[in-house]
């Protein structure tokens, strides 16, 4: 074994145990083999200690990501109060999050531990590829609702629509509709799914340069990245203006009526939640920015550029990274968000969590109690 690709396992040791010239295609099962993409055909298998690694990562995340997400669905079905129009779009986004682990890493740990390659059917594979792609687009779109109605609060004030339910429900049915329309086209001959990286996954063909395969992963990356990401960008970029503006208003007026400071306690309580709130948003989209982000770029490598570079660690690992996204929301929310801090408060006391009750109506109540439909 010669080349760039196969460098990286040919150093003094790196066997692994492996007899010389075995490709990881070789560990296959047959039925699985005509899937394999002809790159991955030149690779060594990795050390088998990354198997049970990931397997051990994946049980911990999946552990997490399902305690944490059954948790916020659990706290908004027993709290009326969290019933609130904004607050249907955290809860869709928790039941994404945890349709994503329980779809995926129960497969990936399987595979993990029981020879680290996919050990289930073709269709398995990509039934496992288009269940990951509905969730994690699913989320992608709940968070750039979760911006919009965070930009249209805190931008526009008073004087925006109010979200009702209604408009709620539709920005759900949306995510789900347009996930699941993105996510079915390989099954009907536009893109396909396909193993990935050390073969014990699976995800769309990112590294086919056909027209048919190269147009879905680039429509894929613009519709499903690109466009999402703008919205949320923009969304807090006229958000951080609009507070910056507002901060700047106050200031002036303040030293003009020569005191301290223009609001009264409920105004400053109000603003404080108001920005606790946009704060676990921002947060939230970073974090999804910096999941999402290095799986998008092996996925524009692939497509455009060398794969010689693309081994299968480097394409595994962010995909690893990219599952984890379903991990960090509800504990993000759980610490950061005044009314479910505070209704785990009161479901969990010995949470360690402290937040006291508001009894003035705060920003967030704004928000998302009016026009209720």
């Known amino acids: 074994m010669t080349g760039p690709r196969t460098a990286a396992y040919s150093s003094p040791g790196m066997n692994f145990g492996y007899p010389e010239g075995v490709l990881v295609t070789d560990l296959v099962p047959d039925h699985i083999k005509h899937m394999i993409h002809q790159h991955w055909t030149t690779f060594p298998p990795v050390n088998p200690m990354w198997h049970y690694l990931l397997g051990i990562i994946y049980?911990?995340?999946?552990s997490i990501s399902i305690f944490g997400n059954g948790m916020v669905l659990l706290l908004f079905m027993k709290n009326r109060n969290l019933r609130t129009p904004a607050n249907y779009m955290v809860a869709n986004l928790a039941l994404s999050d945890?349709?994503?682990?329980?779809?995926?890493?129960?497969?990936?740990?399987?595979?993990?531990?029981?020879g680290g390659v996919w050990m289930f059917s073709p269709f398995m594979c990509e039934l496992y590829a288009c269940l990951g792609s509905i969730t994690g687009l699913c989320s992608i779109w709940s968070l750039a609702f979760i911006s919009f109605d965070r930009y249209n609060v805190i931008?526009?004030?008073?004087?925006?629509?109010?979200?009702?339910?209604?408009?709620?429900?539709m920005f759900i049915l949306f995510s789900w509709t347009y996930a699941i329309g993105w996510s079915i086209p390989p099954f009907f001959g536009w893109g396909k799914?396909?193993?990935?990286?050390?073969?014990?996954?699976?995800?769309?063909?990112?590294?086919?340069?056909?027209?048919?395969l190269r147009s879905f992963g680039i429509c894929i990356f613009i519709f499903d990245y690109c466009i999402p990401l703008f919205i949320?960008?923009?969304a807090y970029v006229f958000i951080v203006k609009a507070i910056v503006a507002h901060e700047k208003a106050m200031r002036d007026q303040a030293k003009k009526m020569n005191v301290t400071n223009l609001r009264s306690n409920a105004e400053a309580n109000a603003q404080s939640a108001e920005m606790r709130i946009a704060k676990v948003a921002m947060t939230n989209v970073a974090l999804w920015l910096i999941c999402w982000t290095p799986y998008a770029s092996v996925v524009v490598q692939g497509l455009f550029f060398d794969q010689s570079t693309i081994t299968p660690i480097v394409s595994m690992l962010p995909a690893l990274l990219a599952k984890s996204a379903s991990v960090y929301n509800p504990i993000i929310y759980a610490i950061n968000h005044p009314k479910f801090r505070l209704a785990l408060v009161k479901q969990m006391p010995g949470f360690c969590i402290h937040e006291e009750e508001d009894k003035?109506?705060?920003?967030?109540?704004?928000?998302?109690?009016?026009?209720?439909?």
């Open 155 to 169: 931008v526009k004030g008073v004087s925006a629509a109010p979200l009702t339910t209604g408009k709620a429900m």
């Open 232 to 234: 949320i960008v923009c």
């Open 193 to 212: 799914y396909i193993p990935e990286g050390i073969l014990d996954s699976c995800s769309f063909d990112y590294l086919s340069r056909d027209f048919n």
């Open 59 to 62: 049980i911990i995340l999946g």
């Open 360 to 373: 003035s109506s705060t920003a967030d109540t704004k928000s998302v109690e009016t026009g209720k439909a």
């Open 98 to 114: 945890l349709c994503m682990m329980l779809s995926q890493f129960p497969f990936f740990a399987y595979n993990c531990f029981n």
